[in-house]
């Protein structure tokens, strides 16, 4: 059985991170990942597997990834007694920490250690030295609030309505974004990749099919119907974009035994959001 649990970051770093969450599996477990968005994952006892980066690689204890925002589904896999502690990234907060555009590190995980400097190692080393989900928590407000560049030039006014747009199930669609956006669609499309890791389009058919796989699970939706949250051409339509975002088709996501996605969905709602972006990605 996989046993998760979800807190919220400090006010000092709200901004920045959307949640903490803390996964325990005592056993051997294989599943999907949905396409999600950014986050710092610490592995801090066992070991995790995923082809994320295109091959399967192993994550072992000790080991800390900046995992950059996934556009569609993966495979993931966990040794008995793996422990992870990790934070979800807002596009906020991935602007003010790091300097490498959300696209550059799109459907990749890579060393933390590479994006924070030398003096910074040590705030990394207290996450994994800290006992206990708490404790987990401080030393994480504590990295994150020393990664922060509160200064610089970011286009707040932009992240906010894409966040916004996003997070809205409907009305989503792309006008909505070029209505409520007083740039060029050439200016959106840019900064598009460079704050959330790929144009409008597809961050609309992303977060269109993570809407719906949220509404399976928790309003218990019943039928395909229900669950499209904007409008599909068909039914064979909405079966094929659900599958590639999220892994599983409607129907075996209803079905199936799979875990992660499950409980994950469950287990976010148990907490406040300050920002919408890490209760639906």
Request: net charge negative.
């Amino acid at each position: 059985m996989l046993h998760m649990s979800y807190r919220r970051p400090g006010t000092s770093v709200r901004d920045l991170i959307g949640s903490y969450y803390c996964v325990s599996i005592p056993e051997a477990v294989k599943d999907v990942m949905r396409a999600e968005i950014a986050n710092v994952r610490f592995i801090l006892s066992g070991a995790a597997i995923t082809d994320v980066n295109g091959q399967e690689e192993r994550y072992t204890t000790g080991a800390a990834m900046l995992c950059g925002p996934t556009q569609t589904w993966s495979n993931i896999s966990f040794e008995p007694g793996t422990h992870i502690f990790g934070a979800a990234v807002t596009p906020k907060g991935w602007a003010r920490m790091f300097d490498t555009p959300a696209f550059e590190l799109a459907d990749k995980f890579v060393p933390l250690a590479d994006h924070v400097s030398a003096e910074q190692h040590v705030l990394v080393h207290g996450v994994f030295d800290a006992d206990g989900i708490d404790a987990h928590v401080r030393a994480a407000d504590r990295l994150f609030a020393a990664l922060d560049q509160s200064d610089k030039k970011i286009n707040s006014a932009f992240l906010d309505a894409v966040t916004t747009w996003l997070t809205n199930p409907e009305p989503n669609e792309l006008n909505d974004l070029l209505a409520a956006v007083d740039l060029s669609p050439r200016q959106i499309e840019r900064l598009a990749k460079h704050y959330f890791g790929s144009p409008p389009k597809k961050l609309h058919r992303k977060f269109r099919a993570l809407h719906s796989a949220n509404r399976l699970a928790w309003e218990e939706a019943s039928n395909w119907q229900e669950a499209a949250t904007t409008a599909y051409f068909d039914q064979s339509h909405f079966i094929r974009e659900f599958k590639e975002f999220n892994g599983r088709t409607p129907r075996e996501f209803l079905q199936g035994a799979h875990l992660l996605v499950r409980q994950t969905l469950t287990q976010r709602r148990q907490i406040e959001h300050h920002s919408p972006y890490s209760l639906v990605g």
